[in-house]
């Protein structure tokens, strides 16, 4: 079992930025994949961002491409998402997920773990 719960969340503007972070508790942090997916009201969720349980390798959704940086840090058992640029269309509630095994997915039914989420709100 995985506990994960995300912070740093909020209301911002077109073009600032935000970090996300999540915390995870239960299970060897470095003994799984991890990644961010948005959901948005009346919208499929997204897996914006996938990271390797080394953080060698990562994944990012062409929305995202650009201007959102994943990372962890295996020592704090804690994953980032550094949004950059951000834009009305990403308004969403964040969610950190856990994949058991090395690989991340882009599908967010590859991730049995889920966080309780955090609301990210930009304005026009």
């Known amino acids: 079992q995985v506990q994960l719960v995300e912070s740093g969340g909020g209301l911002v503007q077109t073009g600032d930025s935000l970090r996300l972070s999540c915390a995870a508790s239960?299970?060897?942090?470095?003994?799984?994949?991890m990644g961010w997916f948005r959901q948005a009201p009346g919208k499929e969720g997204e897996v914006v961002a996938g990271?390797?349980?080394?953080?060698?390798?990562?994944y990012y959704a062409d929305s995202v491409k650009g201007r959102f940086t994943i990372s962890r840090d295996n020592a704090k058992n804690t994953l980032y998402l550094q949004m950059n640029s951000l834009k009305p269309e990403d308004t969403a509630v964040y969610y950190c997920?856990?994949?058991?095994?090395?690989?991340?997915?882009?599908?967010?039914?590859?991730?049995?773990?889920w966080g309780q989420g955090t609301q990210v709100t930009v304005s026009s």
């Open positions: 997920a856990v994949r058991l095994g090395w690989n991340y997915a882009t599908n967010i039914n590859d991730y049995p773990y």
């Open positions: 239960g299970r060897t942090f470095s003994s799984y994949a």
């Open positions: 990271i390797t349980r080394n953080g060698a390798s990562v």
